[in-house]
């Protein structure tokens, strides 16, 4: 039962221009949002996050975006840059039951020079 | 560098065998969560474990266990290995609830 879900295997995008990574979740108990950036041969190293009170949360080139209603969050990334190549995956969880968390299959992004 | 480290590296092992892998959770860090990547998957949560304690558990097959030891540093066992168990094992660490901090993963190839 796949309760996060990239439905976007990849995405190619041209350097200088917006990124967007989608993310859907079925579960309406999560209230926690999280990105991770992955490169090869290393392990997922945390983005940025959101909780649902908010429903933007910005850290410099990073944004995300929460619909709550829709259950989608999304990751816009402004300007990409070749260096954000990578596989991103987004995860959910709910703040009174931090002990587990649930992550969707990934996107891998690759940014063009 | 995370400050969570896991060995080996890469692990090769055929069918039926056991093997155990290790992570060593950033410096104060009370929890320690398992997890396993397959081929072109997501991250699956396995267990997590809290000072000593499992905390939690996900789609962990039987055939699989793990503990977390007084210096908090966890061991992930798998036995009776099959060709489908061969991922990556990911542990990660949190101090207390949000954020978690991956290591670098251990590569297990079964034949």
């Known amino acids: 039962d796949q309760q996060v879900k990239q439905n976007s295997p990849s995405l190619s995008v041209q350097e200088g221009r917006i990124s967007i990574l989608n993310c859907d979740y079925t579960n309406s108990m999560f209230d926690y949002f999280l990105w991770y950036k992955k490169y090869p041969a290393e392990g997922p190293t945390f983005l940025i996050s959101?909780?649902?009170?908010?429903d933007k949360n910005e850290d410099g080139r990073f944004t995300v975006f929460l619909n709550k209603s829709a259950k989608h969050l999304s990751l816009h990334i402004v300007p990409s840059q070749p260096g954000d190549s990578a596989v991103y995956f987004c995860a959910a969880s709910s703040q009174d039951n931090f002990n587990k968390f649930y992550f969707g299959s990934g996107t891998k992004l690759n940014v063009k020079p | 560098d995370s400050g969570v480290t896991q060995t080996p590296k890469h692990l090769i092992t055929a069918t039926g065998q056991r093997v155990t892998l290790r992570c060593s959770p950033r410096s104060g860090d009370l929890s320690v969560y398992w997890y396993q990547q397959s081929l072109d998957q997501g991250l699956q949560f396995l267990i997590q474990?809290?000072?000593?304690?499992?905390?939690a558990k996900g789609n962990i097959l039987e055939r699989f266990s793990a503990q977390q030891f007084p210096d908090l540093h966890s061991e992930l066992n798998l036995s009776s290995l099959e060709l489908g168990d061969s991922a990556l094992y990911f542990c990660a660490s949190s101090a207390t609830t949000d954020t978690q901090y991956f290591g670098p993963g251990t590569r297990l190839t079964v034949l």
């Open positions: 474990y809290y000072n000593g304690e499992e905390r």
């Open positions: 959101i909780s649902s009170i908010k």
